[in-house]
């Protein structure tokens, strides 16, 4: 027993209920919380960042459209010029000088349209003085119509300079001689006057010849605006680059047509030094630019920017027409800052979360803890024998107060009937001493009865002999009379003295009757306690199958409970060993009760008996002193009635033959009695014995 | 494999774990007319209606005694027909126990006992174990007379 105490007040901590309920209860709802989280905040950014991924390819999309149908549209007007121009437009000076200004008002895109005859194009046409500025210096036909910016857009004449220095002649003439090439074509960005301008120039073929050009120029400040406007609006930059035809001798490229920033040289006032006016493999962009262009599809790929010095998305397109090719950039920090915000929003749900789950776990653990370490306590309390505890409980609550409740009562009705059987074990104990000595009093007094009556029919017999010489022994006779009655009057005082012994003897059996019988109730009391302790020990070891078989189901989350589930069946288990212990002991008692009863029922009878046979003898006895004291009136007499003294003397010896019968009953009986009273004695020292284990509170 | 060790009379038998819903203390049943005596009847357990069948007289020929330590195991078994929840009635159960039914295999001795329900045995420590298949405890005629049963209480 103190074994177990030991244990139940030494379990460690890594085993306590409270240990498991972090380990099986808090510590797994933590890696959940912070795996959702993290896992959560992981799938947010991958969305966020495919979001803007998308976006950016949808953008790109767009202005790449755009710009190829600005381009091909361009280009469809260049073509439509010296398409007329061969068509019997050629040399028509004055249709075609008006043609130019018509299509200049009516296409808004275009900020000029020209046509360009070598200097023999214009074949036998003199100079047209009413065309002013539709020739050079020379004569030679290279009417440029174009918005005059400097004087609010109003559409101005002038000739055209550097055409054999220039792609958009020189070049074009070059290459229809080289390849014999009809098609319009879109030259490389330049500075004229002041703006970045694109030409789309087409060659003009008469007969199989090469007479000169026709084209319109496009300002690059609408692409530059469009451009502008659409990367701002996802927060991005964007670079548009030209096809990089190289025509050798007129122009350089792959070249910058439009771009939302200019950060090649910061704070650079030169327009020379911008971004927008250089070529791309004169910029920190040549290889990375130079890479992306080479792709004839979309593409998406993040890189460390040159310039930016910092890892970027980028997201690459080929225009529809024109073979340019559009690049939206943005910093992968920039396009990812918004998602932080969100994750420390998340965390922060994530952490309040684990603290309320870890406090609705612990504090009820502990309270359980507590609770079932009280109920530990006062169990070892039990099993030592010790009764005298009790544990303040509330009322209402859950199981374990349940539980405190009912080893509350439990202990207390042990200790009730505990405290019973000891003061009845007492009382008993004393009875039967008394019991004893006043069966030996009623041994020594049967054992004097015995010897008086032998006197007496000693005395008897003697007078029954000499009753024929009465007369000479008259005085012996009368002596001896009256010795007869004071030995009668004395074996009649012990007989009164030896029935109310046994009338006493009888009342202290009843008692002891009495109180065997309240033992008996009590260890019935026990009984049904124990049948409840048994029922809640057995409906404790089905919850502790069910909850190992729910572990089980759980798989690795629910080994720990397996464990929590095995210990709580081995403590039901030895609750219901503990249960059948008690029940052993409060047989056992009840077993030394019945025989006790039983014993006290025998020795009752016998008293019974001896007190009725006293009283026969005591009658008797009475009859006799009557008859002597009758008869020693009358000796005086003894002459005239010698046969009625022959008679009466007889009567005398044959009352005395059932006197010393009745004294040979008397002792019997009283030695009876002794051994009832030893036999009932060690009763009552098993008893003593069995209930010596426990503890009470003297106080109650 | 993780059982539960149950006692149908002297017999030592085991019930896969991720068969068993819940292990409950014994209950009363309604019992059908005209179904064989290892049928006790539909009993509601947890608001649902299921059968509950004798595990020992099935597989030892004695029925269950109705002792303090009875127990009725509910189950949630498959079949070709479909899952279907019932409950055994058994003498004891005992603990949770892992027992490696494949290396012990089948054995001639205990073919067809049992309506066939018996179909592995081991030996630990303990004695011979042997495996109760829950899943043909009952034919495919049982469980439309379960179902019908079922249905109309």
């Known amino acids: 027993m103190l074994e177990n105490k030991t244990q139940g007040s030494s379990i460690q901590f890594r085993s306590s209920i409270l240990a498991r309920f972090i380990l099986l209860g808090v510590l797994p709802s933590a890696i959940v919380v912070i795996l959702l989280v993290v896992l959560g905040n992981l799938r947010s950014r991958e969305n966020y960042r495919r979001d803007r991924e998308d976006l950016m390819r949808h953008t790109a999309t767009e202005v790449a459209h755009m710009v190829g149908e600005e381009n091909e549209s361009a280009t469809d007007l260049a073509t439509f010029i010296a398409r007329s121009q061969e068509s019997g437009g050629f040399g028509r000076l004055t249709d075609t000088v008006p043609m130019l200004k018509a299509l200049l008002e009516t296409t808004r895109s275009i900020t000029a349209a020209y046509v360009d005859y070598l200097p023999t194009g214009t074949g036998d046409a003199p100079v047209d003085p009413n065309l002013p500025g539709a020739f050079n210096a020379a004569g030679r036909f290279t009417p440029y119509v174009f918005r005059d910016w400097t004087k609010g857009n109003a559409i101005s004449i002038k000739s055209s300079i550097d055409q054999d220095t220039s792609l958009w002649f020189g070049g074009i003439r070059k290459e229809f001689e080289r390849t014999g090439s009809r098609s319009a074509r879109i030259t490389e960005p330049y500075i004229y006057e002041g703006q970045m301008l694109l030409e789309q120039t087409c060659p003009i073929i008469v007969d199989g010849k090469f007479r000169g050009v026709a084209g319109v120029d496009r300002s690059l400040k609408s692409l530059d605006e469009s451009l502008r406007r659409a990367a701002g609006d996802i927060g991005v930059d964007g670079f548009l680059i030209s096809s990089g035809r190289d025509t050798p001798g007129f122009e350089r490229s792959p070249a910058f047509i439009a771009v939302t920033t200019d950060d090649v040289d910061a704070g650079q006032t030169n327009t020379a030094g911008l971004l927008r006016t250089q070529i791309v493999r004169s910029t920190p962009y040549a290889d990375i630019f130079e890479k992306m262009r080479t792709s004839k599809v979309a593409t998406t790929e993040y890189a460390m920017d040159p310039v930016l010095r910092e890892r970027c998305l980028y997201v690459t397109i080929p225009t529809s027409f024109g073979g340019w090719t559009l690049i939206l950039r943005i910093s992968e920090a920039k396009m990812l800052a918004p998602v932080w915000s969100q994750v420390y929003e998340q965390s922060a749900q994530g952490l309040i979360g684990l603290v309320i789950i870890a406090t609705t776990l612990v504090i009820p653990a502990i309270q359980i803890k507590r609770r079932v370490r009280r109920a530990v306590d006062i169990a070892d309390q039990i099993a030592s024998g010790d009764l005298s505890t009790t544990i303040a409980v509330r009322q209402g609550g859950d199981e374990t107060e349940s539980l405190l409740r009912s080893l509350n009562t439990m202990a207390q009705s042990l200790q009730t009937i505990v405290r019973g059987v000891k003061q009845a074990t007492v009382n008993i104990n004393s009875t039967a001493t008394q019991l004893a000595a006043t069966a030996r009093e009623q041994d020594g007094s049967s054992q004097s009865l015995g010897a008086s009556t032998t006197q007496i029919a000693a005395a008897i017999k003697e007078i029954s002999t000499t009753a024929n010489d009465l007369s000479q022994l008259m005085e012996k006779v009368d002596e001896c009379a009256t010795g007869t009655a004071d030995l009668a009057r004395d074996g009649r005082q012990s007989l009164e003295g030896m029935t109310t012994a046994m009338q006493s003897l009888d009342e202290g059996t009843h008692l002891i009757a009495d109180r065997l019988s309240t033992i008996s109730e009590k260890a019935s009391s026990i009984n049904t306690i124990v049948t409840t302790i048994t029922k809640v020990a057995d409906q404790t070891n089905l919850l502790s199958v069910n909850a190992a078989i729910e572990a089980e189901k759980a798989g690795e989350h629910g080994v720990g409970f397996l464990v929590i589930a095995r210990e709580i069946r081995r403590l039901a288990d030895q609750t219901a060993a503990a249960t059948m212990d008690i029940e052993q002991t409060v047989r056992h008692m009840q077993g030394a009760v019945s025989a006790g009863v039983m014993e006290m029922d025998r020795f009752s009878e016998q008293v019974r008996r001896g007190v009725g046979e006293t009283a026969r003898i005591g009658g008797q006895l009475s009859e006799i002193i009557r008859q002597v004291e009758a008869g020693t009136a009358d000796f005086r007499q003894v002459a005239e009635g010698m046969k009625a003294q022959t008679e009466g003397a007889k009567q005398i010896s044959d009352a005395m033959g059932q006197l010393t019968s009745g004294a040979r009953e008397a002792v019997t009986a009283a030695q009876e009695t002794c051994r009832a009273a030893a036999g009932l004695q060690e009763s009552i020292t098993g008893l003593r014995s069995g209930v010596a284990i426990f503890r009470v509170n003297e106080s109650a | ?153």
């Open chain 2, 1 to 153: 494999m993780r059982v539960v060790e149950v006692w149908l009379g002297q017999l030592r038998c085991a019930i896969a774990v991720m068969a068993i819903d819940e292990v409950l203390p014994i209950v009363e049943a309604r019992k059908l007319a005209g179904t064989p005596d290892w049928i006790i009847g539909i009993a509601r357990l947890r608001g649902s209606f299921v059968p509950l069948l004798d595990a020992s007289l099935i597989c030892t020929g004695i029925p269950v005694v109705r002792t303090m330590n009875a127990r009725a195991i509910l189950l949630n078994v498959g079949a070709a027909s479909g899952a279907m929840r019932m409950a055994l009635l058994v003498d004891r159960v005992g603990g949770l126990l892992t027992i490696d039914f494949d290396a012990a295999g089948t054995h001639p001795g205990i073919a067809g006992a049992g309506r066939g329900v018996l179909t592995n045995i081991a030996s630990d420590s303990a004695g011979d174990i042997y495996l109760l298949d829950c899943a043909h405890i009952v034919d495919d005629e049982h469980r439309k007379l379960f179902r019908d049963a079922i249905g109309c209480a």
